[in-house]
């Protein structure tokens, strides 16, 4: 198992092209750009990759050192977050208007953040007859990196010297009887009285306050044979209504910890409508291969009968179609109602994430289900499969390879998704299907 990504903060003066830049790391547009200063107020954050490795880029709201304005304190706050959480540190200036006060104000203070600092002079969109990035020399902060965001001159380079700084990483874990299981959820569900009732014991702190689990806590358990490492997590939030500096940086601890888990406790508080917060929690989870439970926690203060853990099951599933492969346990942690129920899944799950299928029962059953019902035809031309494998468990994975991979529909793909669950179940974990072309392929595109 990966150890913790690492951490690439983004900060500087406002209006100098931050959310450009991250923008253009990522490939794709998700931080709001104008040209109106002070359009990122909360930070952002992604995962990224380059060169093979992955990691999370922050985008920070533009710091106004020295003013009393509310907004400007909160947004340096913010930075300043970010700065303590990062493992490297963009300081990004603005080529076009030189250096700026700001500008030395902030590189006394990154001098003394600790993290390595990469100068990024951004706008350079005329690269490599404008010199400009020289004149930031006199910051102190080391040599000028030319950029334009965006136009994408000079992010390669920048982006091979981001990684080179970033920290080794971790050996993977890969004792087979340890299970990292997340408890995830909104604030206040209940998921530090869960673990406690688990452990029988105080091992987290209860409020009634929601988000008192700032940093995810470690509890390591020994079940049936394996250890089960127990993460408690900061509530999960909408990124619109993390306000703070803290809660915001719990948030991006808690994403690294649903990405490092083998399997995710999904918990939902049984005494409110299902919110679709909570359906993006088990969202998250699902999209990075965890396994997942949905705990329904406090079922002892819903007015119920026979029919109510059904009716509330089936409405969960009809709202996410996905959750058709999760289990869904009722529980309260406050009497202890069905709680050890959550440990037996844990296991089962997690043996159904590790599960491989010989490559002869996976050809077997595509060729039954390809007879059952062929894959439309290709302008006119028969797409094939010729051969199938399990190529990767946690989560399982399978390449169907085909004369006419680009043509093979979504909606075949997620025919033989369910008929691989209707054949062999995987309950609790995602399933993969990837179609690749056939190597000795006779047909032509």
Not at 4 to 21: D, Y
Not at 160 to 176: F, G, H, Q, T
Not at 288 to 311: F, P, T
Request: with cysteine; proline share 6%; glycine share 6%.
């Amino acid at each position: 198992m990966s150890g913790h990504l690492p951490v690439v903060a983004v900060v500087g003066r406002p209006n100098v092209g931050k959310s450009t830049f991250f923008n253009r790391v990522l490939g794709r547009r998700q931080a709001i750009v104008d040209d109106r200063p002070g359009v990122t107020r909360d930070r952002n954050f992604a995962r990224a990759d380059w060169a093979g490795r992955h990691f999370f880029i922050v985008d920070t709201g533009g710091i106004v050192e020295g003013s009393d304005e509310q907004l400007d304190r909160a947004i340096r706050g913010q930075a300043m977050a970010a700065v303590a959480e990062a493992d490297v540190i963009v300081f990004l200036v603005d080529g076009r208007a030189g250096v700026h006060p700001l500008d030395q104000r902030l590189a006394e203070v990154l001098r003394r953040s600790g993290p390595p600092v990469l100068l990024v002079v951004n706008k350079m969109d005329r690269l490599p007859e404008d010199q400009g990035h020289l004149d930031f020399w006199e910051l102190g902060m080391g040599e000028p990196l030319p950029v334009s965001a965006i136009s994408g001159k000079g992010s390669g380079d920048l982006l091979d010297r981001i990684v080179a700084l970033l920290p080794d990483e971790a050996a993977p874990d890969d004792d087979p009887d340890t299970i990292r299981v997340a408890v995830i959820g909104k604030p206040n569900v209940g998921k530090s009285s869960l673990v406690n009732r688990l452990f029988g014991e105080e091992r987290v702190v209860v409020s009634e306050q929601a988000g008192t689990t700032r940093d995810p806590v470690d509890t390591p358990m020994r079940y049936h044979g394996k250890t089960l490492v127990f993460v408690d997590t900061a509530g999960l939030r909408r990124q619109s209504r993390v306000k703070d500096s803290v809660e915001y940086y719990s948030a991006l601890r808690t994403a690294r910890v649903v990405r490092e888990a083998d399997v995710c406790l999904a918990v939902i508080d049984a005494t409110e409508d299902v919110h679709l917060q909570d359906l993006r929690v088990v969202e998250q989870a699902w999209e990075a291969g965890a396994g997942v439970i949905v705990v329904v926690n406090k079922w002892d203060l819903v007015e119920k009968d026979h029919r109510s853990a059904q009716e509330f099951e089936r409405a969960l599933r009809e709202r996410k179609p996905d959750l058709t492969w999760v289990p869904v346990v009722f529980t309260s942690a406050l009497s202890g109602q069905r709680v050890r129920r959550t440990l037996d899944l844990v296991l089962e799950v997690q043996e159904e994430r590790m599960r491989r299928i010989p490559t002869h029962e996976v050809n077997e059953a595509l060729e039954e289900i390809v007879r059952r019902q062929p894959p439309p035809h290709a302008r006119g031309r028969e797409v094939k499969f010729r051969y199938a494998t399990q190529v990767d468990v946690a989560p399982p994975t399978f390449v169907l390879f085909s004369n006419f991979p680009k043509d093979v529909p979504a909606h075949y793909i997620r025919y033989v998704h369910n008929a691989f669950r209707a054949r062999w179940g995987f309950v609790g974990t995602p399933l993969r299907i990837f179609v690749r072309a056939s190597k000795n392929r006779q047909e032509r595109a």
